[in-house]
């Protein structure tokens, strides 16, 4: 079997997390890439020691903290350096990050097969950067890797080849269960007191939407202030940069703000909290695995599916956070039992299936082919 001969490019945080089932699955397959877009140990490298992957193969220069262009433009022209020199039999990417985008472009312009794990979310705002990669790397890629039939129809939509296309679920089922696994539910560690409230909030913020003016992070921050039980909120470091350049770091006290943690911490934390308030897109996905209801704090959504199946509430900024949240603690969430509801993000196989594409096309397959003889593999196990 070749050894590191898929490439797999990835950037940030969530890409990680994502991918790190499939690097699994790759075995010394994998070919591990990281642009240095996201660069602090709490952002990136205990992500690699927790899921247990050894650290990335190469990590690029002078990416992180650059504008949007840099960080892409200066990625592109890394990885096409590296893949001209050492050619990969097939390139993964996965979401909508400008790692995407480099990766992608860099796999594209060289004619090497593209796999996009991810594919096909569509929010339609294109004022997020995200949705700009997506419509990219939804140009670029030959293997299309759909979590949901809706993010295939989308694709289909735009004239993507179906034979291009495959559901697959998404990888951040199996990589919640597994983060899960690893939890010691030890959450009293992040409370001041050493001892978590009974009822809690869990926050996240970091969106650009959200932390980019005064008026949109202090919206926010004092919404979160005003709901009636105590609020922990994650600081992504965009957040932690604009309260400090906007004069709104006296919330984060009345809020208990706290840094950056480790995937498995997040989850023991958001599996105690009573409700969770968010504009990460992750947490709109884990938050099926865990059964929590949870109010996207965005203006429109890439991730409907999490609403359609009632784990997820999207209160855009006409709305107001605080009374939104009373409403859910009172009704205890949004009316369906989230417990027993069913994820739709899949079963937690996607990884496997994605591995299994690319080592088709490894061994010398063309992508649609990769994709037929994996989907002939279902038809025959079902
Ligand atoms: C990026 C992704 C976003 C994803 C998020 C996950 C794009 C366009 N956006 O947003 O989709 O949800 O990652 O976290 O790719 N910073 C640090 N330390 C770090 C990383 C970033 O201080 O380790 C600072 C940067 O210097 C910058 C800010 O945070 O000032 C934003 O970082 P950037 O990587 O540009 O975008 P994110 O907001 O992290």
Redo the contacts with the bound molecule.
């Keep these: 079997m070749a050894t590191k001969s898929i490439a797999v490019v990835l950037?940030?945080?969530?890409e990680i997390i994502k991918l790190a089932p499939v690097i699994r699955e790759l075995g010394e397959r994998a070919w591990v890439i990281h642009t240095g877009?996201?660069?602090?140990a709490?952002?990136?490298g205990q992500f690699f020691e927790q899921f247990g992957i050894g650290a990335p193969d190469v990590i690029l220069e002078g990416i992180?903290?650059?504008?949007?262009g840099t960080?892409i433009s200066a990625a592109l022209q890394a990885l096409t350096d590296l893949f001209l020199k050492n050619r990969p039999s097939a390139v993964i990417v996965q979401?909508?990050?400008?790692?995407?985008?480099a990766g992608a472009q860099a796999a594209n312009y060289l004619g090497i097969p593209l796999i996009h794990v991810e594919a096909g979310l569509r929010s339609y705002d294109r004022a997020m950067?995200?949705e700009l990669?997506r419509l990219v790397v939804g140009a670029l890629a030959d293997v299309h890797c759909a979590a949901t039939d809706l993010n295939a129809r989308n694709l289909l939509g735009e004239g993507v080849d179906p034979a291009r296309v495959i559901v697959t679920g998404n990888t951040v089922v199996e990589a919640t269960l597994a983060s899960l696994e690893q939890g010691d539910g030890m959450i009293g560690r992040h409370f001041p007191s050493g001892i978590a409230p009974e009822k809690f909030v869990l926050a996240t913020i970091?969106?650009?939407e959200n932390?980019d003016s005064p008026d949109a992070l202090e919206r926010v921050l004092r919404g979160l202030t005003a709901i009636e039980l105590p609020v922990v909120l994650l600081t992504?470091?965009?957040t932690?940069?604009a309260a400090e350049r906007f004069g709104l770091t006296d919330f984060f006290d009345e809020l208990h703000a706290i840094e950056s943690v480790g995937h498995s911490e997040l989850l023991d934390l958001a599996q105690a909290a009573t409700l969770l308030v968010s504009d990460?897109?992750?947490l709109q996905e884990e938050t099926t695995v865990l059964g929590k209801p949870l109010l996207v704090v965005r203006r429109s959504t890439e991730r409907p599916e999490a609403v359609d199946a009632g784990f997820a509430r999207l209160i855009t900024p006409d709305k107001n956070i605080a009374r939104e949240a009373a409403e859910v603690l009172e009704n205890n969430g949004f009316g369906t039992d989230l417990r027993t509801a069913q994820s739709p993000y899949g079963d937690g196989t996607a990884s496997r299936t994605i591995a299994t594409i690319a080592a088709h096309i490894d061994n010398g397959h063309a992508p649609a082919q990769a994709i037929a003889l994996v989907e002939a593999s279902h038809d025959l196990a079902a």
């Excluded at 950037?11 to 969530?14: E, I, N």
């Design positions: 950037g940030t945080r969530p877009q996201h660069y602090d709490k952002m990136s992180g903290g650059a504008n949007r960080q979401g909508d990050t400008n790692a995407v985008s950067p995200e990669n970091h969106r650009p932390t992504h470091p965009r932690r940069l990460s897109g992750g």
